[in-house]
């Protein structure tokens, strides 16, 4: 099934709402091999974490908040961590499945997943997210920027479980674009500005660039 795509020409408006029936998966177990091998999460941008940042924009959002990741430098910020149900390391396909059936974020209907390195991410995403998955009664809503997809800015029905096992146990694993091909998969096409809010920090320069961002 190929994905709809939906075209949002103007600004998105709007006030920021809390939207129940969503919880959040934080993505916060990748290796940081470009970071020098530190934990991302950790690392500080101003006077907060990465992580803390993420949490801070998120925790109007959403219901309950999980994060996913290694649970001996994670245990000290006072959210459930989730580890990959997984043995060889997937990437945040694993901690999306790993989410999926996690008894204390599966309450949900619709999971939401964000990386822990995207500070900036919108205070309005969910709300913005969730009506178009909703009143399309799609699998997965998935933001687009700047014509990319933003695939771990996503918001995703829990019906997906199974579909999200297959593409993780494939012996060609491609990650997030087939999966999204495969499924019910609508786009929003977020509004580009001067600061983009699904800026990732992979790496010492990109820290700088956010950190001048923040004296702006």
Known sequence: MKPRVLTLPQPLGGTVVT???VNVMILAGGRSSRMGGANKALIPLGAQTLLERV???LES???RIAISGDPKSLSDLGYPIVQDRVTKFSGP???LYSALIDPYLNTAEYLLLAP???PFVPKNLVSELYPLITNCNADVA???YESVAQATFSLWHKRTITAVKSALLSDHNGGF???LSKLNTVYLD???SPINPFFNINTPEDLNVAEKILCL
């Open 55 to 57: 949490i801070k924009r």
């Open 116 to 118: 822990c390195d995207g």
């Open 142 to 144: 998935c933001v687009r």
């Open 190 to 192: 977020w509004p580009e």
């Open 19 to 21: 939207v129940t029936n």
């Open 61 to 63: 959002q959403v219901d």
């Open 177 to 179: 674009k087939p999966l």
């Open 93 to 95: 396909l694993a901690g």
